[in-house]
Structure formats: structure tokens, C-alpha cells
């Protein structure tokens, strides 16, 4: 039921910041919590960041704290990984991913859809 685009990948340098998108085609986000996962080559996916859509409660990976944010806007049903002072073991395909739980699911295995991924390169 529920479809999601990325967007806003791209190629940065060291320190630099990137914002990306997921655009969620649903009715309503109220019963969701909407992740961000990242995969680069040769790796497992994993988890980034997670938001709940009710009460906007959030969670993240000890390597991304303090430099990446993520956010919901309610109106557009979407929402947004800010990331700032980017590192080169950032590079990954970043994926955004959605359950309906009230809960703040940190495993892949633990969502049921997910969107296409968006590439994103940090030079050195």
C-alpha cells in the first residue's frame, strides 16, 4: 500500500552536507515509523535513523549522532535525512523504508516496504 521515492542523493566532498527525501504515497504516516538505511558495496545494510510519525519520537546510529538529523513534514507526507559534516564511509545507496508500528524498529528485516535508494558519494 505504501510507496516511497528518494530523492536528493548525490556527490559531495569531505564535510560537506547533503538533505534527502522520501516521499510517502499513503493516505496518512499517523501509524508508521518511517527509517533510513544505508548499503555500500560489499556490506550488510544498515540502519541510520528512524522517526515515528506520531509524537515524532526518533532514534539513531552511534555513527551518524550528532551529525545527521531526521525530520517529517506532515503536510507532505515526507520526510527528510539532513546530513552534515559527511565522510567519505558515508558513501552508500541510502534507502528509505516504512512499518506500521508505533515502536522504532531498528532492523531491515523488521520493515515492509521500501523505496528504490538514492546514491551517495563522498570524496576525499
Known amino acids: 500500500q505504501v510507496q516511497l521515492v528518494e530523492s536528493g542523493g548525490g556527490l559531495v566532498q569531505a564535510g560537506g552536507s547533503l538533505r534527502l527525501s522520501c516521499a510517502a504515497s499513503?493516505?496518512?504516516?499517523?501509524?508508521?515509523?518511517m527509517g533510513w538505511f544505508r548499503q555500500a558495496p560489499g556490506k550488510e545494510r544498515e540502519f541510520v535513523a528512524v522517526?515515528?510519525?506520531?509524537?515524532?519520537?526518533?532514534y539513531y546510529a552511534d555513527s551518524v549522532k550528532g551529525r545527521f538529523t531526521i525530520s517529517r513534514d506532515n503536510a507532505k507526507n515526507t520526510v527528510y535525512l539532513q546530513m552534515n559534516s559527511l565522510k567519505p564511509e558515508d558513501t552508500a545507496v541510502y534507502y528509505c523504508?516504512?512499518?506500521?508500528?508505533?515502536?522504532?524498529?531498528?532492523?531491515?528485516?523488521?520493515?515492509?516496504?521500501w523505496g528504490q535508494g538514492t546514491q551517495v558519494n563522498v570524496s576525499s
Open positions: 499513503v493516505r496518512t504516516l499517523s501509524n508508521y515509523a
Open positions: 522517526i515515528r510519525w506520531f509524537g515524532g519520537s526518533t
Open positions: 523504508a516504512a512499518k506500521s508500528t508505533y515502536g522504532l524498529p531498528r532492523a531491515p528485516n523488521e520493515y515492509d516496504y
